[in-house]
């Protein structure tokens, strides 16, 4: 175990601000292999999987339902 490296990367951490702090816990502590939600939304629209909604017939019109 490398104790000095350790005692100065404690060193180091303690001497970030907050700002700088909140971006080391998110670097550290993100899952970044998983896909984001706006990444997941992007291959949604544009991956085609939803295409088959495009041949659905029009079942419902303005006046259906209620009016908000």
């Given at each position: ?31 970044s ?9 992007l ?16 079942i ?9």
């Amino acid at each position: 175990m490398n104790i000095k490296l350790v005692e100065s990367l404690i060193q180091a951490i303690l001497s970030l601000s907050d700002e700088e702090r909140s971006l080391l816990e998110e670097k550290l502590f993100f899952d970044s292999s998983e896909a984001s939600t706006h990444d997941q939304m992007l291959l949604a629209q544009t991956g085609g999987v939803f295409q088959f909604l495009n041949d659905e017939p029009d079942i419902y019109s303005l006046k259906d339902g209620e009016l908000i």
